[in-house]
């Protein structure tokens, strides 16, 4: 394990959610709660390579590991708490752990081509902002270089295509200001008009005619949650090229074995 770091902020990695009967066949797991996140890849459990690239990355101090009471311990966590009853209490529950630190990063667990790179990079991006929530932003560009072939829904804007990314930088004590607004946000999290929605009929507009900005959206949910939040655009694809479907481990397993093997 790695030393500990005086400096940094902690990470709080969700591994629940749902796990389909059929991501569960092709993953060997069971299709129970936060099984998505052992799924095998590359000789390891899905998880473990977020793990990894936290111990990487050299902003990061420590690790908190929210997921269900059955899953096992992973090395390299620093705490292992029981999950909630969905995302967000799961999220006030690793928060309550991050107490004497400013800001936090959260990471899901189904994100296995995360690197210490890409995660040192995203930190320092939003600590030169003034925000107290920076969603990760990924464009489609960099996502087509980076990942080919895997399938990801985008947001037209003036500026390009972009896909959420399954990293945010969050201030601790402004968490609790957004949870209600976290809860209708994360289960309609795929659906591109939900964002445009979120700021009435001038959005849906802008959304139609692809004039929507990343700015537009982060207004709007600030103006909604009461706290300053920003989508921030990271050049690193991995940070939003997440493994939920049977297909996506299909592709992760092979990018990660071509990768090994050269």
């Not at 390299?76 to 990063?105: K, N, P, T, Y």
């Amino acid at each position: 394990m790695r030393k500990k770091r005086l400096t940094g902020i902690p990470a709080i990695v969700l591994a629940g959610g749902r796990t389909s009967p059929e991501f569960a066949a092709a993953a060997g797991v069971e299709p129970v709660e936060g099984a998505r996140a052992l799924a095998e890849i590359d000789g390891i459990p899905m998880i473990e390579h977020v793990v990894r690239a936290l111990l990487d990355a050299t902003r990061v101090n420590r690790i908190v590991l929210v997921a269900p009471a059955h899953f096992p311990s992973i090395y390299g966590v620093d705490l292992q708490i029981e999950s909630g009853d969905g995302i967000v209490e799961s999220l006030q529950r690793g928060m309550s752990h991050c107490q004497g630190s400013v800001f936090a990063l959260v990471v899901t667990g189904d994100v296995p081509f995360l690197t210490g790179d890409a995660i040192d990079d995203y930190i320092s991006r939003c600590s030169e902002l003034e925000l107290d929530c920076g969603y990760s932003t990924v464009s489609q560009e960099s996502c087509e270089a980076q990942f080919p072939g895997m399938r990801r829904t985008y947001l037209k804007t003036p500026n390009g295509q972009f896909s959420g990314g399954n990293v945010v930088y969050q201030r601790v004590d402004a968490f609790a200001d957004q949870a209600a607004f976290l809860r209708e946000a994360y289960r309609r999290r795929k659906n591109p008009l939900f964002l445009a929605k979120m700021i009435g009929f001038s959005g849906i507009l802008r959304f139609l005619t692809g004039q929507l900005t990343l700015s537009d959206v982060g207004a709007a949910a600030s103006r909604l949650t009461g706290v300053r939040c920003r989508m921030v655009v990271t050049p690193y694809a991995c940070i939003g090229t997440d493994v939920d479907r049977p297909e996506d481990l299909a592709m992760a397993r092979e990018t990660l074995r071509r990768s090994r093997a050269a």
